[in-house]
């Protein structure tokens, strides 16, 4: 098994009581663990007078007070954890690892221990015994003495009652604080967040939808460590937190978004709108993740953004029992390579040898697997570890081809604040592709029209009050659109002020010749400038 090797840490001090080991250890995500440290703990003499263990927070460190006969005593016991390896912190694996699938198999107890060698040792081997894994377990002589606080989890909720059984039998005496499919789930401390995650979507998905998830996020060693990752990122510092609270109601959405599909999905059309005498646009809404707008032509379709991939079979379903015939997409654009945007891209690649247009460095967005990828964010890792999640929940797929924006004809900058990078022309549409800065992410581009005042912008200039209640309150959009989980939120907005001064100039040359400037952003209504208040 690989572990990641640290110095020993370990103290020895002498007080009035005798001589005390302070130190911590490792043990591995599995039931037998506290009993076999616990028995090395007795057969040294040892008596433990501190035991903290919480799985929730780091599912291998055991924080340790152990009162030792004499220093030597204390010395050989030091000797002998560093035998036995328990200096090193296993990494993340299978095997390293514990799974958690079933609330019913959960316990937590106060049980009284006697203060002697051998006690938690002979409750450890009772916990063995029945598979019980223990997630939480505190001890603390000075403040509850003889009273630990556990928590268990058993791989068949049956054992629970045996197992109380021969605690019984063997006089321990103990109170059961929770027990079994209760509520709230919040009550067991030690879980996991995935374990917690997929036990509150109980409520709100299908069985054999809720079993999918389960097992997608438990089979895969890369998502476990993206998941540890995740946890051990969001608690670095005040601003991560308040950034994993959002990630939180992502995840929360997207794991959602598989009770929507079959049967249950919807998809919602806005249009035909004429944008041009030979392209008509249709806005096409899935339950959850961004705006996709087909732009109609005679001879085909070309889409610009899209939604999650899980979605792709029930689009592709819709849209051919509404007489748009997805076969006929020859090209998708990308604004950016976030999952809620780009997630048809691949399988309508594969499927109908779509051409996908992307900035060309998403291509390493891609390979990184991190949103982040080429800013200076601070929480690059964090941003690593939820792309990683939000990938495999929602399926996303890299495509297998990018093909770069052809050149621009112009081969100017607007307003001295953008970069041309290149041109999209969809029949009599000739859109600027705009570089953004990389506010909200990098590799991120505007599709601006000049001719006919329209804008595809991504996750800009968003027009929140027309945002659905559902999407307010399952993601919080305003917020994670506009602060959180920007790379770079003061550059963010300094681009929404560009952006909108860009469209204010746009307005006063196309109202000549009777248009009107129209936004059509990833999340919410689009709209025209003169229903803004920032004209």
């Known amino acids: 098994m690989s572990t ?147 928590s268990l989890a058993t791989p068949v909720p049956e054992k629970v009652e045996l197992l109380l059984q021969h605690l019984t039998s063997d006089d321990f005496h103990f109170t059961v604080a929770w027990h079994g499919d209760g509520d709230p789930i919040d009550a067991i401390i030690g879980l996991n967040q995935v374990e917690t995650f997929l036990f509150k979507l109980r409520a709100i998905l299908p069985r054999e939808k809720l079993n999918a998830l389960s097992e997608l996020l438990h089979t895969s060693d890369d998502m476990r460590q993206a998941l540890f990752d995740f946890r051990r990122e969001a608690g670095e510092n005040e601003d991560s937190m308040a950034t994993s609270e959002v990630f939180s109601q992502i995840l929360h959405l997207a794991a959602a ?82 999952a809620d945007h780009a997630g048809w891209a691949a399988p309508l690649q594969e499927t109908y040898g779509t051409q996908v247009f992307m900035h060309p460095d998403c291509r390493q967005i891609f390979e990184h697997q991190n949103r982040a990828y080429g800013s200076d964010t601070q929480l690059m890792a964090l941003n690593g570890a939820y792309t990683r999640l939000i990938n495999h929940l929602t399926e996303l797929q890299t495509p297998a081809g990018i093909t770069p924006f052809p050149p621009s004809s112009s081969n100017m900058d607007y307003w001295e604040e953008f970069k041309v990078i290149g041109e999209f022309r969809v029949a009599d549409l000739c859109f600027e592709v705009l570089e953004s800065h990389g506010g909200h992410v990098p590799a991120q581009v505007f599709l601006y029209e000049p001719e006919y005042g329209l804008l595809f912008c991504g996750d800009y200039l968003i027009d929140v009050p027309s945002l659905s209640d559902r999407t307010k309150s399952t993601l919080s959009i305003a917020r994670y659109l506009m602060t959180s989980t920007n790379s770079d939120s003061r550059l963010f907005s300094k681009e929404m002020r560009s952006l909108k001064e860009l469209l204010r100039i746009t307005q006063a040359k196309v109202r000549k010749q009777g248009r009107t400037v129209m936004i059509f952003p990833g999340h919410g209504e689009f709209y025209r400038i003169t229903e803004t208040d920032w004209l």
């Open 257 to 338: 978004s598989l009770g929507k599909l079959g049967e249950n999905f919807s998809l919602r059309l806005t249009g035909p709108l004429r944008l041009t005498p030979q392209v008509a646009l249709y806005m096409l809404a899935c339950p959850t993740g961004a705006n996709a707008f087909l732009l109609r032509t005679e001879t085909d379709y070309t889409l610009i953004d899209s939604s999650y991939g899980l979605y792709f079979p029930d689009v592709v379903e819709w849209l051919s029992g509404h007489a748009l015939d997805p076969s006929r997409i020859t090209r998708i654009a990308l604004t950016h390579a976030d």
């Open 4 to 150: 990641q090797h640290t110095e020993p840490t370990a103290t020895l001090t002498h007080d009035a009581s005798g001589w005390l080991l302070t130190t911590h250890v490792y043990v591995l995500d599995r039931p037998g663990e506290v009993a076999g440290l616990s028995s090395l703990f007795g057969s040294h003499g040892a008596v433990i007078e501190h035991f903290f263990f919480n799985r929730s927070d780091n599912p291998h460190r055991v924080e340790l007070a152990l009162r030792c006969k004499s220093a030597a005593h204390g010395g050989e016991l030091a000797d002998a954890l560093l035998r036995h390896g328990k200096f090193a912190a296993p990494k993340f694996t299978e095997e390293s690892s514990c799974r958690v699938f079933n609330p019913a198999g959960l316990l937590q107890l106060k049980v009284s221990l006697e203060n002697k060698p051998g006690t938690m040792a002979r409750f450890g081997e009772i916990l063995k015994r029945y598979d019980a894994n223990v997630i939480h377990l505190e001890y603390d002589k000075s403040q509850t003495a003889g009273i630990a606080q556990v």
